[in-house]
């Protein structure tokens, strides 16, 4: 597909179990975003990857979270020991290199994460 | 005070209606403004840049006070379809290499027939 494509698309864990959530960005976007969201809450910024450059990984909450992304492409964000706060939406986002410019992300619909 | 503050709502308002949303951000270095659309259970999905000048895009018109900190958007002539929640996004860079896009938690619109 053209658009962002993100899986699993809804996530049900048991407190701490380790998770993964994958993100496919549009093909030669060079710019990748994870947020998460809450319910009735604003996106949260978790990490920010662009080209080679070290990520920007200011967002993650503490040290369970982590991501990365593999040959410039697929990324991978990983959950361990997860807690009940971490139930939110994982959205991710990318862009094309002038996307920052532009302020356009295009969004996936997103992988609905719930611990139990 | 949080970087990026909107008035929850909701706003609900009668179709043709004209309403406007108010934004307020707290870093002075922020460099680009910009107004997302989310619809219930969807992801957002951009619908305007703000520029100095202000901008219009139809039915939409965005307005931008750098002095105050203060970005606007108003909506003319309201169709059902905008029902949705509005969030105001900035943008700016905390780092060498790096580019935050910092969102609003959103105003919702319901637009009632």
């Known amino acids: 597909g053209a658009g962002v494509s993100q899986s699993p698309s809804n996530k049900v864990t048991e407190k701490g179990k380790d998770v993964e959530l994958r993100c496919d960005p549009i093909?030669?976007?060079?710019?990748l975003y994870w947020y998460r969201q809450s319910l009735g809450q604003g996106l949260e910024f978790l990490i920010y990857?662009?080209?080679?450059?070290?990520?920007?990984k200011s967002g993650l909450p503490s040290d369970r979270f982590s991501a990365e992304r593999t040959g410039g492409s697929v990324s991978t964000l990983t959950i361990q020991r997860t807690q009940q706060e971490d139930s939110a939406v994982y959205l991710c986002?990318?862009?094309?290199?002038?996307?920052?410019?532009?302020?356009?992300?295009?969004f996936g619909e997103g992988s609905r994460l719930t611990v139990l | 005070r949080k970087e990026v503050e909107q008035d929850p709502g909701p706003f609900n308002v009668p179709e043709g209606a004209t309403v406007a949303f108010n934004c307020t951000y707290s870093?002075?270095?922020?460099?680009?403004f910009f107004w997302y659309r989310q619809d219930c259970r969807k992801e957002p999905k951009l619908l305007m840049s703000v520029y100095s000048s202000g901008n219009e895009d139809g039915r939409f018109t965005a307005q931008l006070n750098r002095a105050s900190q203060y970005i606007s958007l108003l909506i003319r002539d309201s169709k059902l379809s905008d029902s949705a929640t509005y969030l105001c996004?900035?943008?700016?860079?905390?780092?060498?290499?790096?580019?935050?896009?910092?969102f609003g938690k959103g105003t919702k619109l319901s637009v009632i027939p």
């Open positions: 870093n002075s270095a922020s460099q680009s």
């Open positions: 990857f662009q080209g080679n450059s070290a990520p920007d």
């Open positions: 093909s030669g976007h060079t710019a």
């Open positions: 986002a990318s862009s094309s290199t002038g996307g920052w410019v532009t302020g356009e992300l295009f």
């Open positions: 996004v900035v943008n700016r860079r905390p780092g060498a290499g790096s580019y935050q896009l910092t």
